[in-house]
């Protein structure tokens, strides 16, 4: 019988520095197959929104705000958080709950977490599920250039944020003003909905934007500022240590942040990678949710 997919087995904190408590919560059957999921970002939050689309009778659900992020404390703080500690901390969440093995899932962002956890940690991995993924190496030039089929969008963006260096934009918004702080919020988060969404209907204004927002932009404008603290040449350098694992992709057929070609990139490294291209599915929503969870499940048959 599906679960109340609010129903936590399990949630706590977990001290993991000086300054960083992170808030973990587990989901579905303890005596079932551990799954550990990374929640997009930087600066995102996991979510239990899709939950019911898990087979929580089968799995052991596994999730955790990362450093900064969801109920983590504190909300926002941008020093000792970078991509190694995300996946340091993982670690440190399954030792608490005493998980030996596990399959590791992740969308987005969290994707890239999920390979690099399992680069770093191998031997705790029995597969890998990611979505919506690519290596980090150029995302910055990606979220900073134009895509000419989003040419106005575009131009709204740069119109407020005035610069394509993301260093100057984080030092900018380190020392600005709450009102300027949220301008380029919202120019963020509207440039990231129009790269997200398939029709660019979905906007948010300066009334919408609140303190939870005003953070996840700091963290996200850090980590782009730093290049994802070299991730991507790190998971370049290490990414062969996956070849014998299984490894699952699923990318949305009109993803315009990390298109379909990111994926081929990856499976180029490693041949053994199942691409599963989801037709009308652009970045992140219900579509390809559905369809990562989908192929999620298929392990357990």
């Known amino acids: 019988m599906q679960q109340d997919k609010d129903f936590i087995i399990q949630e706590g904190f977990i001290p993991v520095s000086d300054i960083h408590t992170i808030y973990f919560a587990t ?6 197959i551990p799954l550990l999921g990374f ?18 009778t089968k799995f052991y659900v596994v999730f955790f705000d990362q450093r900064g992020c969801g109920k983590s404390t504190p909300e926002g703080e941008i020093k000792n958080n970078t991509c190694q500690n995300a996946i340091d901390d993982a670690k440190l969440v399954l030792n608490r709950l005493n998980i030996k093995k596990c399959v590791v899932s992740g969308y987005s962002y969290g994707g890239v977490l999920a390979l690099a956890f399992a680069m770093k940690f191998k031997p705790m991995v029995i597969s890998i599920y990611v979505s919506s993924v690519c290596i980090p190496a150029n995302l910055n030039k990606v979220f900073f250039e134009q895509d000419n089929s989003l040419y106005q969008e575009y131009k709204d963006f740069l119109n407020v944020i005035k610069t394509t260096d993301s260093n100057l934009l984080f030092y900018e918004y380190e020392n600005c003003s709450l009102a300027r702080k949220k301008e380029i919020v919202v120019a963020i988060v509207n ?13 948010i204004t300066i009334e919408q934007v609140d303190n939870r927002l005003i953070y996840a932009k700091r963290l996200f404008l850090s980590y782009v ?31 315009k942040l ?44």
Not at 264 to 292: D, M, W
């Open 27 to 32: 989901y579905g059957n303890p005596k079932g």
């Open 39 to 56: 929640h997009g970002g930087p600066g995102g939050g996991f979510s239990t929104r899709y939950l019911n689309m898990i087979d929580l």
């Open 191 to 203: 440039w990231e909905l129009a790269l997200f969404q398939l029709d660019n209907k979905q906007e």
């Open 225 to 255: 500022a730093q290049n994802y603290f070299n991730l991507g040449k790190w998971m370049l350098q290490k990414i062969n240590n996956l070849s014998d694992i299984p490894i699952n992709i699923v990318q949305g057929a009109r993803d």
């Open 258 to 301: 990390t298109p379909v070609s990111s994926a081929y990139e990856i499976q180029k490294i490693l041949p053994h990678s199942n691409i599963v291209i989801t037709p009308n599915a652009g970045h992140v929503g219900r579509v390809i949710t559905r369809r990562f969870y989908d192929e999620v499940n298929t392990f357990t048959r």
